[in-house]
Nanobody, 126 residues
């Protein structure tokens, strides 16, 4: 089970910190990711992190503004979002996939992930 939190309303230029707690005994066997979906649009990849936290990936529009991290003891993954823009407004979902060799060339595909959180809404006002 994945439980996401931390969304809210923020002005452009502000920051939010999303957190996703995972209920599993083997959190360190999962790669984790954040996706987002705006009204009328498809779900899109935001960021991903491998099981150890060494490898991190971002979609170009958020690169340099967002940071994904994980704590394998606390079984959580965090998305720190800075310099937010109105176009970042969306429902944000955390997702988990069992770590495998092909993660490194498929981390951006929603179909790669087996488990999803319920989503947390982020709204950025201009």
């Amino acid at each position: 089970q994945l439980q996401a939190s931390g969304g809210g309303l923020v002005q452009a230029g502000g920051s939010l910190r999303l957190s996703c707690e995972v209920s599993t005994r083997s959190f360190n066997t999962y790669a984790m990711a954040w996706f987002r979906q705006a009204p009328g649009k498809e779900r899109e990849f935001v960021a991903a992190i491998n099981w150890s936290g060494v490898h991190r990936y971002y979609t170009d529009p958020v690169n340099g503004r967002f940071t994904i991290s994980r704590d394998n003891v606390k079984k959580s993954v965090v998305l720190q979002m800075n310099s937010l823009k109105p176009e970042d407004t969306a429902n944000y979902y955390c997702a988990a996939a069992l770590q495998s060799a092909n993660f490194y060339n498929s981390y951006g595909s929603p179909q790669k992930y087996n488990y999803w959180g319920q989503g947390t809404q982020v709204t950025v006002s201009s």
